[in-house]
């Protein structure tokens, strides 16, 4: 009796160890993995935001991702003051105006330049993104941001809407075109990966040539105190997104052709 009763209670466990199982497969067949909640990436007309107006025309944003396009950059500063926003394209010294009012961010790529501009007053256009939210969409952004401005830039993309969205002429949006830079890919790791120096600590392009930005701003009061440029910099979605770039986008990135002219 003993025996039966020690192999009936193995059954007994074996059996509702199996429906156990069973139930949690039912359970997660029933339940689903929830989908990445929707990203809201602010821009304001500006020619240097338009790869990320181009990439949602153009069907090429990562899924759950929609840019909204606001009248002003301080309408754009506003939205992601109240959380109204995950990621917002701005001008450095805007990004630096908003860290220092206390509001967390990152600055996770340096996206244009104006070409030979002074250094201190050129202006330069980042990303911010809030801490913590997923590098790797992150990482899928940059790249159709990447894929977009070479559309822009090199294969002459229709112009005419967009320059009507920026409030311009095809010409002068071509215009404005030769003027601004896009970085590449490459380009904008290397801005915001800190590199060594003999000087001192190792330091990120980005940080280097924004010190003189900080200091102007700060003597305006337009800020309290320095950047702390180690914790507003995060280069690993580029670092990401260089991982995933296929190899013909990793070489046109890298040697890009030149910008095509309007007849």
């Known amino acids: 009796m ?21 139930s949690a497969m039912w359970l997660a067949a029933c339940n689903p993995t929830p989908p990445a ?15 990320l107006v181009l990439a949602q025309e153009m069907g090429t944003l990562p899924p759950a991702m929609r840019v909204v396009e606001l009248a002003s950059s301080n309408e754009t500063l506003r939205a992601f003051r109240n959380g109204l926003i995950e990621v917002a394209a701005l001008t450095l ?12 961010l990152h600055i996770v790529a340096a996206l244009s330049d104006s070409a030979g501009a002074d250094a201190v007053l050129s202006r330069v256009d980042v990303m911010v993104a809030r801490p913590g939210i997923d590098g790797q969409r992150l990482a899928a952004l940059l790249l159709a941001w990447d894929s977009a401005h070479q559309q822009l ?60 930005m900080g200091g102007v701003l700060q003597s305006l009061g337009l800020i309290r105190q320095p950047p702390d440029w180690p914790s507003l910099l995060n280069p690993i979605p580029l670092a990401m997104a260089l991982a995933l770039q296929p190899p013909s986008a990793a070489a046109l990135s890298e040697n890009p052709p030149p910008a095509r002219k309007q007849p």
């Open 37 to 51: 909640p929707p990203w809201h990436i602010a821009v304001h007309p500006w020619v240097g935001y338009e790869p």
């Open 93 to 104: 010294d805007e990004a630096l105006r908003l860290a220092d009012e206390g509001e967390a």
């Open 153 to 212: 830039t090199h294969v002459s993309a229709s112009q005419t809407w967009l320059a009507a969205g920026v409030d311009l002429t095809p010409a002068q949006y071509q215009q404005s075109l030769e003027v601004l830079r896009f970085l590449t890919l490459p380009e904008m790791h290397h801005r915001l990966q800190p590199t060594p120096s003999t000087a001192g600590p190792a330091e990120a392009p980005l940080a280097q040539s924004g010190r003189a």
């Open 2 to 22: 003993t025996g039966r009763r020690c192999r009936q209670t193995r059954q007994t466990r074996w059996l509702g160890t199996v429906l156990v199982f069973l």
